[in-house]
């Protein structure tokens, strides 16, 4: 996930600054809050030696979803956006729209919450003030009503390209409509380091073991359907 965001920032299309001349560019990772989640891929993009990244975004669950947040550490270079309701999940992040006319600025990545008036506002803006704008997303991944597609598609519109979760949202965003060459897969907040160490740790051993507990079975081939 990481290394794809990365590079999708570096050969993102041109805007009206030529971003290719500068040796790293000084990125902000705008999100709603941090989730515990997105703590792996926001702490790689920290120390990533390609570009200089910028969070920004609430310190709070302002979904109430329950969700514990991730715990940003004091030596990150953080803006605290604080979220302000307007109606059910209707909001907006203040002193976001604030970072499109910031000069040292060069690319926003937005995680795309239509619901947030902020991003709507921001995502134009900093497209005329010739900054690059990208959306971290879903993108498409269910059936949908006339008028959520109408939103989406208008929405989708604005930045210069979406960074995908995975390849089915990339399959039918060019279903419908949507310019291929704007569509990337850069895959979700996955903690790849930890996911490798603990299926390194697996021996045959202990999965034959496990299957045995599990099914009586140490033979028959298990498929998992997530």
């Not at 991730?70 to 604080?82: C, D, M, T, V």
């Not at 937005?110 to 010739?130: C, D, E, F, T």
């Not at 310019?179 to 895959?187: A, G, P």
Request: with cysteine; aromatic share 14%; hydrophobic share 40%.
């Amino acid at each position: 996930m990481v290394s794809g965001l990365v590079d999708m920032v570096i050969y993102m299309v041109e805007t009206k600054k030529n971003l290719k001349s500068k040796k790293k560019l000084n990125v902000v990772f705008h999100l709603d809050f941090f989730p515990h989640y997105r703590g792996p891929l926001a702490k790689a993009l920290l120390n990533s030696p390609k570009n200089n990244w910028i969070l920004a975004g609430e310190k709070y669950d302002v979904r109430n979803h329950g969700l514990e947040t991730w715990e940003i550490p004091k030596e990150a270079n953080f803006i605290h956006l604080k979220y302000k309701k307007i109606i059910g999940r209707i909001g907006w992040q203040c002193g976001s729209v604030g970072l499109c006319f910031n000069k040292n600025i060069d690319v926003i990545v937005y995680h795309s919450h239509w619901r947030l008036i902020n991003v709507w506002v921001g995502s134009l803006l900093a497209r005329i003030m010739g900054k690059r704008v990208l959306f971290y997303t879903m993108g498409w991944y269910r059936k949908q009503s006339l008028l959520s597609r109408f939103i989406r598609r208008l929405f989708f519109s604005i930045p210069h390209g979406l960074c995908l979760y995975g390849r089915w949202a990339k399959y039918q965003g060019v279903l419908s409509g949507y310019d291929i060459k704007k569509l990337h897969v850069v895959y979700n907040s996955l903690d790849y380091a930890s996911q490798r160490k603990y299926r390194l740790s697996i021996s045959s051993e202990k999965i034959k073991e496990t299957r045995k507990n599990i099914f009586n079975d140490t033979e028959t081939p298990v498929v998992i359907r997530t």
